[in-house]
């Protein structure tokens, strides 16, 4: 459910349709399934601020949740680009959206692609910017590789184990999931088909009193691909089953110690529970600054202060 939620009040569809020409929007589609352990060529897509671009600091990269794709970052790039002058990129994960699949697929090799990445960007440091599943990725890479990052950014995410109640969350996840593909009637069209997950998970949410928003514009990113009568989602659902039996196996914990800036900002109402451990968070992080949003559940992002904060975090000198 965090696909769609994650791009709640962003309305981007407009936005990417007028500011595709005027920011210079690229994409990169590899192709090609990788074997066990090699790095996997990402795909992603970057903008530039139309204002010129300050080569003097390192692209921002962001990296989506479970499940999630690069696409659910396009309503906030251009505000990004245009506020801090930075090239910003965004990945699609493997085994999800258009990069390879892969069944090695633990947070540690997920992180590892991003060595790859670097070098098709061209750029020896970044800033990193995960949620959720990115965020635990954007932690491991920035502890084993110290130098390639500038600063980093955690929406929501312990660098290390979860609270019960984020483990409930990961769990129940699996099965919706599962369960959006079979409400698609045969016969229909792919964008009916998105149409009609796109208004099943709608009603999934009212049914827990997730009362937020959604934009129906977004219809036409939701990540189901459909052919032969057959629909899918544009990810990897059946390795949530191999998370789910063995979560700490999937996320295996990231060691090391980051001494440059690092922002952890998170919802009061999270599950997640990350103010709980800020202790366990400045043993690796010792220049962490925290940043609170107390009504914001796991998706931080959809709330104004989440851009401020991330934003100005960014524009830091240090």
């Not at 130098?147 to 290390?160: A, F, G, Q, S, Y």
């Not at 088909?193 to 099943?200: N, S, T």
């Not at 996320?251 to 110690?257: A, F, L, N, T």
């Amino acid at each position: 459910m965090a696909i769609i939620i994650m791009m709640t009040k962003m309305k981007f569809v407009q936005i990417v349709l007028s500011l595709t020409l005027l920011l210079g929007i690229s994409y990169c589609f590899p192709t090609g399934a990788p074997n066990a352990k090699e790095q996997v060529k990402l795909a992603h897509i970057c903008i530039h601020s139309p204002n010129g671009t300050n080569d003097a600091k390192p692209p921002v990269l962001l990296l989506h949740g479970v499940l999630a794709f690069k696409e659910m970052w396009l309503g906030m790039m251009p505000i990004l680009a245009m506020k801090t002058g930075r090239r910003i990129c965004a990945a699609d994960l493997r085994n999800h959206g258009d990069s390879p699949w892969s069944n090695d697929s633990d947070t540690s090799v997920m992180a590892s692609d991003l060595n790859l990445l670097m070098k098709t960007l061209n750029t020896e440091k970044i800033a990193l910017l995960g949620h959720s599943l990115g965020g635990k990725i954007a932690v491991d890479f920035t502890l084993t590789n110290p130098e390639k990052v500038e600063r980093l950014i955690v929406e929501d995410m312990r660098p290390n184990g979860l609270s019960d109640e984020a483990r409930k969350v990961m769990v129940g996840a699996v099965d919706p999931y599962k369960d959006a593909l079979g409400v698609i009637p045969k016969g229909v069209t792919e964008k009916e088909a998105k149409f009609i997950v796109f208004k099943f998970v709608k009603f999934m949410l009212e049914l827990v009193n997730e009362k937020i928003d959604i934009d129906e514009r977004i219809v036409d990113h939701v990540p189901i691909k459909c052919s032969n009568g057959k629909c899918r989602w544009k990810a990897n659902v059946d390795l949530l089953d191999i998370a789910k039996k063995d979560l700490d196996k999937y996320m295996p914990e990231s060691r090391g110690k980051f001494e440059k800036p690092a922002l952890f900002i998170y919802g009061g109402k999270s599950p997640f529970k990350v103010g709980d451990v800020k202790d366990d968070i400045l043993k690796l992080f010792p220049k962490t600054k925290f940043f609170k949003v107390e009504k914001a559940n796991h998706l931080v992002s959809i709330h104004p202060e989440y851009k401020d904060a991330v934003i100005n975090f960014l524009n830091a000198e240090n």
